[in-house]
């Protein structure tokens, strides 16, 4: 791990021996002295390599934050890392001379169109040199989102290993080599255990060569393989006791004697298992960096503030104090925490709760304590400045059932342009009647198209009225949006080289049928006519 440093913003001290006095001294106690003053030296002022603690900022959200306010809220937190997922010009502005670490993606979606040098050049001319001549220190590039997966979807993106290289290769040849790293950000199926225990995870057979491929092309190039644990995820998945998602050693389900080693919490157990598949590969000692973990607190089992903020009580003074891993003990592990805001644009495919990994509400507020410092302080975040929020105004349903039809057909309207995942089973809203769930989509729409009732942001064929009390009712808010900072632009980042990946699809509108025919498929259920 001597390299860990490399891409950190930390210097490392260097050594200098005062001579003044030593004209007269013999070479052998020169020596002896600068060796007993380095090796002091050593001592007190070289730790090994903390872990680094990074965030993640997606944007696929209906209105959006000021970047400027964003880079503001992750200087005021002590965050020296982040990744965002598309590189629109102004939020590379925002990051220009702020110190921050930048990881960058490169879409699923435009995989294919790296399929020459002369097309990677021209990416990472765009992308990522272009923005360091502006003093955005871009030191990573994501090449793909989880593209060998097949937990979600059976489409696997399969020149990524390609497109890897020729990016990579393509910074080397610009002289970036030392400066930009290329990785993969793996969901952890790459990795299949055949029994319950780490040492018994291998890559899946499907890639196995790909990946023994591309790992040994990632220690050439000393740049570090990336993999996104979600340990809720993980847990719910496999019936797993919900504890072991957590690291306070409740779990009544735990691995024994692993070699010698247990595992308490899930974290372990998959950081551990894409180790040993790294090692039965023959690449055992290239760095992981953890791409995506987090806690969604909506649309989930389990998913919910409280086991958030126990996740990360837990989770940050683990990766700060250098504790490593069964298997790694005493190894910094570097995390990017996942993310920053909710964002509810995205896909539903993967359940409701994909809207709600922030640590943040949309609106910048922190949803529960954190301390980002890895202290374990019980402390709330600094909250985002300069939010302004729009008017206390909400649109809800007038309660007139005498036409079903129409009542289930806007319904299903304002559900599809907006989001309506806090009403999924689990989710804080689950509770509501059948006419709140109809007011909670009708706000929904309403806030989404900025209160506008000109533009008909409340207008449901008569059935809906705008009205200044909240309605919110337990656990279940009814939001108000922000003042439209920025609105999003979402055909931009679907086409464009800077899109996001494929587990972060947005573009709600140019998929509505196919997102239909799937809600109704599925257990995130929606009234159908
Ligand atoms: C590479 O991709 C571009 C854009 O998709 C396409 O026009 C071109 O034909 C491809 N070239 C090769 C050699 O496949
Ligand atoms: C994945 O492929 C299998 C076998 O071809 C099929 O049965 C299944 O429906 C597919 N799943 C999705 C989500 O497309
Ligand atoms: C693992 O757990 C067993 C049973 O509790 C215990 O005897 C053993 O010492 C533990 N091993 C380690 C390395 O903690
Ligand atoms: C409210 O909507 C959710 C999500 O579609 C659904 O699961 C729930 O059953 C609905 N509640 C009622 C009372 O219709």
Request: glycine share 6%; hydrophobic share 40%; net charge neutral.
């Amino acid at each position: 791990m001597s390299d860990h440093s490399y891409l950190s913003t930390k210097q490392k001290p260097s050594y200098s021996v005062q001579n003044s006095n030593m004209k007269t001294a013999s070479p052998i106690i020169m020596a002896l002295i600068v060796t007993l003053v380095s090796c002091m030296m050593v001592l007190f002022f070289v730790k090994p390599a903390d872990g680094i603690i990074g965030i993640n900022w997606g944007r696929q959200t209906y209105q959006r934050l000021i970047p400027s306010n964003v880079v503001d809220l992750l200087l005021q937190n002590g965050i020296q890392e982040a990744r965002i997922f598309t590189a629109a010009d102004n939020v590379m502005a925002a990051f220009s001379g702020s110190g921050i670490g930048l990881s960058i993606s490169l879409s699923n979606f435009v995989l294919h169109m790296i399929n020459s040098s002369a097309a990677a050049e021209e990416w990472i001319q765009k992308s990522v040199i272009k923005f360091r001549s502006q003093n955005v220190d871009i030191r990573y590039v994501n090449v793909g989102a989880e593209p060998l997966s097949t937990s979600f979807t059976n489409k696997t993106y399969d020149n990524v290993i390609d497109a890897l290289k020729l990016i990579q290769t393509a910074l080397n040849d610009a002289g970036y080599g030392d400066l930009v790293k290329a990785t993969i950000p793996h969901y952890t199926d790459v990795v299949t255990h055949r029994s319950m225990k780490p040492s018994a995870a291998y890559f899946r057979d499907d890639i196995e060569n790909k990946m023994v491929d591309y790992l040994k092309f990632l220690k050439e190039n000393n740049a570090p393989a990336a993999v996104d644990i979600y340990p809720i995820h993980y847990c719910n998945e496999n019936d797993l006791d919900p504890d072991f998602a957590f690291f306070d050693h409740k779990s009544k389900f735990y691995v024994l004697d692993d070699n010698g080693l247990n595992y308490t919490n899930a974290f372990d157990f998959l950081y551990d298992s894409f180790y040993w598949a790294m090692k039965k590969a023959g690449v055992p000692d290239l760095r992981l960096v953890v791409g995506q973990i987090g806690w969604p607190t909506d649309g989930y089992p389990n998913a919910n503030t409280k086991n958030a903020q126990r996740f990360y009580k837990d989770l940050l003074p683990y990766v700060a104090g250098n504790k490593g891993t069964p298997m790694r003990p005493g190894r910094p592990i570097d995390v990017y925490l996942h993310s920053i805001s909710d964002e509810n644009r995205l896909g539903l495919w993967y359940g409701g709760f994909q809207r709600h990994w922030g640590i943040y509400t949309f609106d910048g507020q922190p949803k529960y304590k954190i301390d980002f410092s890895g202290k374990g302080r019980d402390i709330f975040p600094t909250t985002a400045k300069g939010i302004t929020r729009m008017p206390k105004r909400w649109c809800i349903f007038n309660g007139d059932l005498s036409d079903m039809e129409i009542v289930k057909r806007e319904l299903n309207r304002a559900c599809l342009e907006s989001d309506c995942s806090s009403l999924a089973p689990g989710g804080s809203c689950s509770h509501l009647d059948f006419n709140q769930n109809v007011s909670y989509a009708f706000n929904r729409y309403f806030q989404m198209k900025q209160q506008k009732t000109h533009e008909e942001a409340c207008s449901f064929q008569g059935l809906s009225q705008v009205v200044p009390d909240d309605p919110s009712t337990g656990t279940c808010i009814f939001p108000i949006e922000i003042l439209a900072a920025e609105t999003a632009d979402n055909s931009k980042s679907f086409l464009g080289i800077n899109g996001d990946g494929s587990h972060r699809v947005s573009i709600l509108s140019m998929l509505l049928p196919l997102i239909s025919v799937f809600l109704i498929t599925t257990n995130i259920k929606l009234y159908t006519l």
